[in-house]
């Protein structure tokens, strides 16, 4: 079956970077080619060249005009060889702990620092680096042995943040193939990792599809499988259930479960003088399983077992977090950190049986309540990458909580969260169209970046820089080129503006202050 | 000439609170009626009304159906009676430095706690507080006497956070009608004050038409006029063409004049080495006429006259920062804190002669670097208001810088930045249109409230929690009613939900958490 899914970047190549330590590996980038700075002295017409921008890449094949692609087929077996040599139970923690560099770590090294060394920016992100950083559980790579179509990425608080995208067929409103479409235009927009919320009936064909066809981790809630296999009826829950549901998946090459082990029966009393209770789907679920049946949760009492399942497969762990805040009256309550204390006593646990981890958070929260958040996770959780919704700063505002939400985000991002998961416009309201989806993931770059920046990773800044000189110079195409959304940036710009102008509609011609800037030189070189 | 620009807020009423000082005060509010929460006890239905909240509502007369309006007419001249009694050069500065307490510092006093004393909320917001919080210049009413159709606000780091837009006519791209139902399209959806950055030719007519019948306080940049009449000549311009256009504008009611007298010959050199120069457009102008005359320039020479103007008709003065920096690797240089010592120079000026005063800010800032603009301008500036544009925490995101903004103007705010200048999705690229306007504005109100509710305002938490309750209860229509754009919220849901729905189409109804969560509450029961 051949596809029309293709990806085109404006002015941009597909190049691929060579390992050192494993020659044959090709770490896809982005290069985005400029044009010269044009100035003019009297008459005499001068050009400057301005350098490539490499820019990080979640689109996979997809935006390689060399790959031809076939959705029945299925995207390239990328890691199939180097998961060949492997044992089951070889996970990338159990490698790391002996100090082993495999493929995914160069890979992942490679990918992080896109190209800065070439511009002379020193990094501290090298293979060994990784290695320990996983070997410490500071940092996941989230690859199932039999999802070997995705490439490596690394989720870590050293490491550029990650941002997570959500898709789902649930109920009759949308059919498989379209979300095969959404999953790789998720990709398309920067989502780096994909979780399939399916909850409809043909939950696992859908996921089947997206796995074979998705060039980034996926990730999955699967309680929402095991609740339809009991037809919505949480009491009628059981670990064995459950346990079939993750075996089905790991077989099918989910990457990452969200699992909300975190939830104690003796706990979920305190969600009892809450102004908006439990809000998480899986949490509330399980809640009413323990509440019924007044047992502790099977997800807690089997969370050996579940790790012994995915350690044979390295699938990483997301611990749920069933108690986030649903309000913002409602963040860094009693209940939210007596589930959190539980998730760090359980990552310790998984890390013992090389299972690679990290931790759920909220949710809601009001600016001044954000930075306890991460302070607490990380001496909790002992320094398991954090991964958070958000958060909303604030409730007023549905129709705009991918901005309500990323403004919390880029700060929780800045203090050390490693993946945000992202919000689109219709949060709280309705399922995303395409349209919501972009919006959702550009909102959520954004918010990422502008972490990066502020936590000062390598090369961060070498693509606003770029553009902001782009900016100034008046070379409008490569502005956008460089842009989270180039197309969007030309649309707006186009309905009212020459793309060879030296001014915008903004200002016009006469009141230009970047032109009158530039004039300031010339009356300098006149005196 | 009868004007349809009515505003209607879904189920609110217009309801105006009295003043206790000066019992003529009518201070106009939106008071939000909410439907109550039904619960069931087996068959038995049960009902808890839920208090109405008063939301800030910055619509005028607009909004109120017992009020006629005719934009040939105008607004009707709420604060005439009070201006009446004084002279020229008795601004709110002046009275609140010999303690006395005008109409205006009541109705802000009124206006800021939201009806919040009856939900028992203590409040520090009292007409006294805000005398002394005038007097010490850390706040500012901005009120030309001129201008006595707008409806008194105050602009102080202790006080809610402000946002203002702006609109403009520039080039022949709109026309006068329509600049006034932009304006009134701005003060709808939340708008504290607007400045009005007009540049064509019938810039004298459109300011005319917007201050009559705009109730809120409107600003100026008066270079731009004054730069109109020398042809956009900037070497041909003196202070008497400056001058004047300020008596002009003094003249038909402008509140608040954005004038970049901070900008030092001896400083504009340390623009030179930016990556975007100067991209103030009246920075960029003073700047020019400086180095073409290598004078000082005449802004910052003749500052006192510049006062004592402004002093006569109570306008306050926006010490503009011409050197703000326009891309994130410029923030926080040599030239930007530079303009800023100057401004704290030159607003203890402005207050010897009882001009109230405020300091304009960036820009773009990356994260980690914005909380030193505050602290530095508290340092420097003595504790006047800042008014920062965004900042805008990364350069990447063009038709996005409505968000790339607010994440900044957040943070800012939080810190203590008194008012935020709005940024649209068009920033960068065009001229907003109306839908861009709409977006700007709730997008601010967002980073206002945030802000608010970090900072602890009295009452700020309530619309949040009476959101929240009713997005727990099911209570979809109050949801929507209690949110910044109620029609958004509304056509996000209805297009997939009917609302009715005791879930919404994000879950489905097996999968609702907040009913699983309420379900929690019934095997409580039932045991």
Redesign the interface.
């Known amino acids: 079956m051949e596809t029309k899914i293709k990806i085109n970047y404006p002015s941009s190549e597909k190049v691929y970077l060579q390992g050192k330590r494993y020659p044959e590996l090709r770490v896809g980038m982005r290069k985005v080619n400029l044009t010269p700075t044009v100035t003019f002295k009297g008459d005499v017409r001068h050009e400057e060249a301005n350098a490539p921008v490499y820019v990080y890449d979640t689109s996979g094949p997809y935006s390689d005009p060399d790959m031809a692609i076939d959705l029945k087929q299925g995207l390239p077996k990328l890691r199939q060889p180097w998961i060949d040599g492997r044992k089951a139970g070889e996970t990338q923690m159990y490698f790391a702990k002996q100090g082993i560099i495999t493929q995914e770590m160069e890979y992942v090294a490679i990918r992080e620092n896109m190209n800065c060394e070439e511009l002379g920016i020193t990094t501290h992100i090298t293979p060994e680096f990784v290695c320990k950083e996983i070997a410490e559980g500071r940092a996941v790579i989230p690859a199932n042995r039999k999802h070997p179509e995705s490439e490596p990425m690394i989720i870590g608080t050293n490491f550029l943040v990650k941002i997570n995208t959500n898709i789902g067929n649930?109920?009759t409103?949308s059919g498989i193939e379209e979300e095969v479409e959404k999953a790789v235009w998720s990709c398309k927009w920067g989502g780096d990792t994909l979780m399939d919320l399916s909850?409809g009936k043909d939950i696992h064909e859908t996921r089947e599809w997206i796995l074979r066809n998705c060039p980034v981790p996926v990730g999955t809630v699967p309680m929402?499988q095991a609740?339809e296999k009991v037809n919505?009826k949480?009491e009628d829950l059981t670990w064995e259930i459950f346990r079939d549901t993750l075996i089905e998946q790991c077989e099918q090459g989910v990457d990452y479960f969200t699992i909300h082990c975190g939830i104690r029966l003796k706990n979920?009393h305190l969600?009892?003088t809450r102004?908006?209770?439990?809000?998480?789907?899986g949490?509330?679920?399980i809640?009413?399983w323990c509440?019924?049946h007044q047992k502790e949760s099977f997800l807690y009492e089997h969370f050996d077992d579940i790790c012994d399942i995915c350690a044979q497969y390295d699938v990483a762990i997301s611990l749920g977090d069933g108690l986030r805040p649903?309000?913002?009256?409602d963040a860094n309550d009693a209940a939210q950190f007596a589930e959190l204390d539980t998730m760090g006593e359980l990552v310790e646990r998984a890390w013992a049986k090389h299972v690679q981890a990290f931790i759920e958070g909220p949710g809601?929260v009001?600016?001044?309540k954000i930075k306890e958040n991460m302070e607490r996770q990380i001496e909790k959780c002992h320094g398991a990458p954090f991964y958070t919704l958000g958060p909303l700063?604030?409730?007023?505002?549905?129709?705009?909580d991918?901005?309500?939400s990323?403004?919390g985000a880029?700060?929780i991002g800045?203090y050390g969260t490693a993946m945000l998961c992202y919000v689109t416009?219709?949060?709280?309201?309705?399922?995303p169209d395409k349209d919501d989806v972009r919006t959702g993931v550009?909102?959520y770059?954004?918010?990422a970046?502008?972490?990066d920046?502020?936590?000062?990773h390598p090369g961060a800044?070498v693509?606003?820089?770029a553009?902001?000189?782009a900016?100034?110079d008046f070379r409008w195409k490569d502005?956008?080129n460089?842009?989270?959304?180039p197309e969007?940036?030309l649309?707006?710009?186009k309905?009212?503006?020459s793309v060879d102008a030296n001014y915008?509609?903004?200002?016009?011609p006469?009141?230009?202050?970047?032109r009158?800037?530039?004039?300031?030189?010339s009356?300098?070189e006149e005196k």
């Not at 460089?482 to 959304?485: C, F, I, K, P, Q």
């Open positions: 649930s109920a409103t909850t929402y609740f919505g949480a979920i969600a009892d102004l908006t209770g439990i809000v998480s789907r949490g509330s679920i809640s009413k509440k019924v649903g309000s913002t009256y809601h009001p600016m001044h700063v604030t409730d007023i505002a549905p129709a705009y991918h901005i309500t990323a403004i880029s700060m800045w416009p219709k949060e709280h309201l309705a399922l550009v909102t770059k954004i918010a970046h502008a972490a920046l502020a936590k000062g800044t693509r606003d820089n553009l902001s000189k900016r100034y502005q956008f460089l842009s989270l959304d969007r940036a649309e707006y710009y309905a009212s503006n915008c509609t903004m200002c016009g006469n009141f230009c202050a970047a009158i800037s530039h004039s300031l030189k009356c300098e």
